[in-house]
């Protein structure tokens, strides 16, 4: 018997606002929150995290400023994002702060050198963002308000 295993693509979404609209560009706010800005005590506590962060999403739906709107990526693409923001500088500067100890055995140099390689690396992600953002898709849906 043979057993396929499909996996499914889950989505991340989030609610936003669309406050900018240019052709079929829109540009979205959205309110990014911790775990912990649902608590009742989060007027008190210094730990309540709440960011609003603008997105540029190009969707050839009809929509007007002002609309609610679902901003809902692939959770794959997320993933991915980790990789960049997160494991790939930790390897880069692990690997140069190894190599350069090795090689010169002075710990000073080592952990300035991989600093500028991290320095490096975020500045290159920087420069590389237009070609890096094709690989990000984001979609819209509209929030049917009578509903919520």
């Given at each position: 018997m043979l057993v396929l295993l499909m996996t499914y693509d889950t989505e991340i979404s989030h609610d936003g606002r669309v406050i900018e609209k240019d052709n079929d560009k829109y540009l979205v706010k959205i309110i990014s929150?911790?775990?912990c800005a649902g608590c009742h005590t989060r007027g008190h506590c210094p730990a309540s995290d709440q960011a609003e962060?603008?997105?540029e999403v190009v969707s050839p739906k009809d929509l007007a400023v002002g609309d609610d709107v679902w901003v809902i990526m692939a959770e794959?693409?997320?993933?991915v994002a980790v990789f960049y923001a997160f494991v790939l500088p930790f390897l880069v500067m692990t690997i140069i702060l190894i190599l350069v100890y090795v090689l010169a055995g002075d710990e000073r140099l080592a952990g300035l050198l991989a600093l500028a390689g991290l320095g490096l690396y975020y500045l290159?992600?920087?420069f590389s963002r237009r070609h890096i953002g094709k690989d990000f898709v984001f979609t819209l849906e509209k929030i049917n308000n009578e509903k919520r």
């Open positions: 929150r911790s775990a962060k603008l997105i794959r693409q997320g993933r290159g992600l920087y």
